[in-house]
């Protein structure tokens, strides 16, 4: 899910943006460069689907020799003001608990604890900045955003998108698009004005790509949401293997969406 959403602490793991899992990071200067993955959204409550799409764009990647450094959740700020949004405290703790037992991702804090509404070119550069620290300097990582097809066609809808952000996603550091059935990304990029002059060289016009947008697989058809895990929770129906153990366990822990959702036909 997501939109047009859009300081490190005493150590790399309890920080708002941790780099305990960054590979590359704390080591020596002549650290391999690579990709660092970002998906934003409302993780509400973060699904199985979720998690793959970072296992996705990581494979993608590689058989494309780019190394992958790591990956991100950034749960939305409660500023989203969304109906049926769980408080962003709960949100952080389900991303945790989802990523606990991975070797590539991690959660970062830092748009959820905001107190204004923050937009995702704002939350790449944050983690940037990050990545760049942690990895001793500029250009040893470019930060990606991870994102379904149905995210990018929201780029058609007007004054939802900033056009100047639209560029800098799509031409300075790059988007990582899992297909959805019905979606086409790419159409959808090469139709947008504002895009105009960022297609590959020698690759304008009709049928022009992007360097830096990497369209991903999904061999798999589900189009599993958590608009769906929140309705059959309200329903009293079991959402067990269809996200994390430790999710699952913290939505009955905290007696989360056990009441009918207000946003029957939202986004996720």
């Known amino acids: 899910g997501g939109g047009a959403r859009r300081g490190r602490g005493a150590s790399a793991s309890c920080a708002p943006t941790p780099t305990d899992k960054l590979r590359g990071a704390g080591g020596a200067g002549g650290a391999e460069a690579g990709g660092v993955l970002l998906a934003c959204g409302s993780f509400n409550p973060p699904t199985l689907m979720h998690l793959r799409m970072f296992e996705l764009a990581r494979a993608h990647l590689e058989r494309r020799g780019q190394r992958v450094l790591g990956g991100y959740m950034s749960p939305v700020s409660d500023a989203y003001g969304k109906a ?142 958590s608009t769906q895990l929140r309705a059959a929770i309200a329903r009293g129906l079991p959402v067990r293997y269809l996200t994390m153990d430790g999710v699952v366990d913290y939505i009955e822990e905290a007696g989360l969406y056990a009441d009918p959702p207000a946003d029957p036909a939202g986004a996720e």
């Open 84 to 225: 049926g949004l769980v408080g962003a405290a709960h949100r952080l703790e389900m991303c945790r608990r989802a990523a606990s037992h991975s070797s590539l991702l991690m959660v970062s804090a830092w748009e959820a604890q905001a107190a204004a509404w923050q937009p995702t070119l704002s939350v790449v550069r944050h983690v940037q900045g990050v990545a760049d620290a942690a990895l001793g300097g500029a250009g040893r990582a470019r930060v990606m955003l991870l994102c379904g097809a149905d995210l990018v066609e929201t780029f058609r809808r007007p004054g939802l998108w900033n056009p100047d952000d639209m560029r800098a996603l799509v031409g300075d550091f790059g988007i990582a698009c899992v297909d959805r059935q019905g979606s086409d990304a790419l159409r959808t990029l090469q139709e947008l004005p504002e895009l105009r002059g960022l297609e590959a060289p020698g690759k304008g016009g009709a049928g022009a790509d992007f360097a830096r947008v990497h369209l991903v697989e999904e061999p798999v058809d589900n189009q599993m949401s």
